[in-house]
């Protein structure tokens, strides 16, 4: 094709930039920077959606049970681990998940580092004082400290000795299994169901359709604005040739939050006008879909 | 001498759904080349691997003679002379603008090239007058209509003065004016030795720019590397890829069908 004569680049175009060249990695390497450090974990959540949503489509046996049947079956189980004060029918639950996640074709392993990798240690972390007999007076396990008599200080009249009681230790441990246990089947829920499928069997337990078409909305707005801010930092990242005085890092910071800010405002404009063009007027209409689910859960409900 | 070289690359997204497996492909210096592919064959995913935007887990990705690795990228000095020489235009423009002003958007990159503040003012200016831009300058570029938005985002690459220039579907959403002006600032680029890498499935497009075509099928392999114009005229390699497709409707009384394409 030919090109429009009135078309001349500028002198500095012609040539290529100075210091061009590849540097070899010699400069300092930065893992906390914070443009790369966003853009990782930025990345890293819309790869676990998608992974999740991977795992709801495939062919494991929880994936084929009604989403209702699941949710009614987990909170059930959820509100038996949490008033349960067996430590074994806690164990078997547990084992029932390990199982169920096998069969349902999910990672086993990588999901119970997740699992009790974090909530359930930490909520541990922070019931280990309720051991100890100053809170919670019980049965000596293992004294930390003994003394012949108590001790007074700050007010406050202190006990002999510091122990760890039985049922401190006891009530530590039921907790730390109940957060897990229970977080092991809001997981399985989560990721044997396609997440709208999550939110619209919520209308069994009566959760209000105004409620449920906000948090679907929620949820479908929050991963766009996060793939229009990953964009965003992955264009500014590309453009980051150089080192910006603070300043200029300063100003171009609330540039890119006013940015997305007025982006984000947009969108939403723009969402509620699509919505109207397609005559919502503040209420939702049921689908035929819905009415087959909710038909189908009263037929289940029935046969059980 | 190749300038881009992806050597039997692995790469996806999700694990156990392999985008790429053992992906190879070469860039030479100075080349347009085109990526036809229909949407979800990995177009868009190439180009970023390209820019160093995401990472293969197999395989060698080598720029400019160098094997390019995230950790390597994590080396603030390398990274930016990296980003330097490789400009990337994204498909959506609005996520490549965030400044408040069409001047600070432009002149975001020179200022960190070290030039003089004199160099500065000389290069946006240059770009804005190249791109008919000038009266847009104060705008705030959120504020433009969606061609000035791609002008603004082109000249906010431009100005950096790339030797690969990438564009992931740059006509979308453009009128026929914009286009043609873009299609004539490819090919000067090119022409003064600018390696450009164009991804789309519009093939009036791809026919005015490359004389390179790479076609991606659905299934996200290569499954044609050569002259744009003669894959232009593989009818079955186009409907292979899904570029092209028979379109039945009637005309008075008489039905017909012929291929259709996307423009």
């Keep these: 094709m030919e090109k429009r004569k009135d078309m001349r680049l500028p002198d500095w175009m012609l040539k290529e930039n100075e210091n061009n060249e590849v540097v070899l990695a010699v400069g300092k390497r930065n893992k906390n920077n914070f443009l790369k450090k966003s853009l990782r974990n930025m990345r890293a959540v819309i790869c676990e959606d998608r992974q999740t949503e991977h795992y709801a489509r495939c062919e494991g046996v929880l994936q084929k049970v009604s989403p209702q049947i699941k949710l009614l079956a987990m909170l059930g189980l959820i509100l038996t681990v949490s008033l349960s004060h067996q430590i074994l029918f806690l164990l078997v639950v547990w084992l029932v998940t390990l199982l169920l996640m096998q069969i349902s074709r999910l990672p086993v392993w990588e999901l119970q580092k997740k699992i009790w990798g974090f909530i359930p240690l930490l909520t541990l972390l922070f019931s280990l004082p309720v051991t100890l007999n100053i809170f919670m007076d019980g049965t000596p396990l293992f004294y930390l400290r003994q003394s012949a008599l108590a001790v007074h200080w700050l007010g406050n009249t202190w006990p002999e000795g510091l122990f760890i009681t039985r049922q401190g230790l006891t009530a530590a441990i039921f907790l730390f299994l109940r957060v897990g246990i229970s977080l092991s089947l809001g997981i399985l829920l989560v990721m044997t169901t396609p997440v709208v499928d999550v939110f619209r069997s919520l209308r069994v337990i009566r959760v209000p359709e105004l409620f449920i078409m906000i948090m679907e909305m929620t949820y479908r707005y929050m991963m766009v604005l996060l793939l229009v801010s990953m964009e965003m930092f992955e264009a500014r990242c590309l453009r980051t040739v150089g080192d910006l005085p603070m300043k200029w890092q300063r100003a171009q910071a609330g540039s890119s939050i006013a940015a997305l800010f007025a982006r984000s405002l947009a969108l939403s404009e723009e969402v509620y006008q699509a919505m109207c063009a397609r005559g919502y007027t503040g209420e939702r209409l049921k689908t035929s879909a819905d009415e087959v689910d909710e038909l189908e859960l009263a037929v289940r409900s029935q046969w059980v | ?263």
């Design chain 2, 1 to 263: 001498m190749s300038i881009l070289a992806l050597d039997k690359i692995d790469f996806s997204y999700v694990k156990d759904e392999i985008l790429f497996r053992e992906f190879s492909l070469n860039i030479e210096a100075g080349e347009s080349v085109c990526l036809l592919g229909a949407n979800g064959s990995g177009k868009s995913t190439l180009l970023k691997i390209f820019c160093g935007l995401v990472f293969p887990s197999g395989g060698t990705y080598r720029a400019f003679g160098q094997e390019i690795t995230e950790n390597l990228l994590e080396d603030s000095r390398f990274a930016q002379r990296f980003h330097r020489r490789i400009g990337f235009i994204f498909q959506n423009s609005d996520a490549q603008l965030f400044t408040s002003r069409v001047w600070d958007e432009i002149a975001f990159g020179p200022l960190q090239m070290g030039l003089s503040q004199a160099e500065v003012k000389n290069r946006v200016d240059d770009i804005l007058a190249l791109l008919h831009l000038q009266n847009l300058a104060e705008r705030s570029p959120y504020r433009l209509s969606g061609g000035e938005k791609k002008k603004v985002a082109v000249a906010s690459t431009l100005v950096l003065n790339p030797e690969v220039l990438i564009l992931d579907e740059p006509t979308n959403g453009l009128d026929p004016k914009t286009q043609r002006w873009l299609v004539d600032v490819l090919l000067e680029l090119n022409n003064h030795g600018r390696t450009i890498i164009t991804s789309t499935h519009n093939l009036d497009l791809a026919h005015a720019i490359s004389r390179r075509a790479l076609v991606l099928s659905e299934e996200h392999r290569l499954i044609y590397d050569g002259s744009c114009q003669q894959a232009i005229a593989d009818k079955q390699l186009l409907m292979a890829a899904n570029l092209i497709d028979e379109y039945c409707h009637v005309h008075g009384e008489n039905q017909h069908s012929h291929l259709y394409k996307h423009s």
